[in-house]
């Protein structure tokens, strides 16, 4: 395997955020912008539905590389999703690192008290 950009995620982060100010005819990203939230919306519930798809058929079939694939999928538009709200993907990376070391548990019950 190659190794991993740890900068991904800003690396796509800045192409997305550059695809705010394209004609929607330019790019996939920018037609989506156009076509707004509830377009970004439906396409982050498709790709969802799409991992869990491949999960079931992984569990068949023993292979994992579409589930990669779709998950891939889902995690870009994401970011698009996250973008379009004018959110980085550090803002997620800092809430994950806030919950790291807390039991799943702990940090769901104080969801539930505030």
Known sequence: ????????????AKVLEARKSAEAGSSYVASLY????DSILKKVGEEA?????????????????KLVYEVADLWFHTLVL?????????DVLQELQRRFG?????????????
């Open 1 to 12: 395997m190659n190794a991993i950009n740890h900068n991904t995620l800003s690396d796509v």
């Open 34 to 37: 156009a076509k707004g939230l």
């Open 49 to 65: 539905t799409e991992v869990v798809m491949a999960a079931k058929d992984s569990e068949l079939d023993k292979k994992t590389d």
């Open 82 to 90: 996250l973008a379009h709200k004018n959110l980085h993907p550090d």
């Open 102 to 114: 807390t039991s799943g548990l702990v940090e769901k019950a104080s969801r539930n008290n505030s």
